[in-house]
């Protein structure tokens, strides 16, 4: 995801304003989330034999989504403006698809299939379980916002498709869409 900045910053207004947006539904509350509140804390894809631990990602004061840093290529983020997996909303998930030098968490993302399983483990204990609805490469200047920051589900987001050298970035982007595959048994 290597210079990927300028597309970053039109997901995150795209995503400002999706936010905003649903801020205003009528008959809804926003209520701020407490610090100590319940955050996901490792990502499990088992047909990709994959095992990420997570951190925080916010915005920039640019208003970019951040990224996870390039020198822990293992580490995938949920954004924060992003519901808690396991719970009702859109829950944004990014990792970067390499380095300058080797492959990084999400590298195999685009090699998901339907149905294919996907778990989210929380800081409360519990796991939330997602299935793979469909994967999708998509142009970053097509970046489909509303539908990745405001339908209810699990979104995996990666660079992918070609790599454009004079801008040191890739074209694409993958996105994985997943729906809850129901409650944890161990709740």
Known sequence: MAGSSRWVVIAGIATGLALFAMSGREGEQTTPAPASAVVPKRIDIPALKLKAPLMKLG??????????????????????????????????????????????????????RKGQLVRVLRSDGRTAEYRVDSVERIPKSDFPAERVYTEDGLRLITCGGSFDWARHEYRDNVIVYASPAGSDPRA
Not at 92 to 107: E, R
Request: glycine share 12%; aromatic share 10%.
């Open 59 to 112: 915005l920039s004061t640019e208003g970019d989504v951040e990224l996870p840093p390039y020198d822990k290529p293992g580490m995938a983020g949920w954004y924060t403006g992003s519901a808690v997996p396991g719970d009702r909303g859109a829950s944004v998930i990014i990792g970067h698809v390499d380095t300058k030098t080797a492959p990084a968490v999400f590298y195999r993302l685009r090699e998901l």
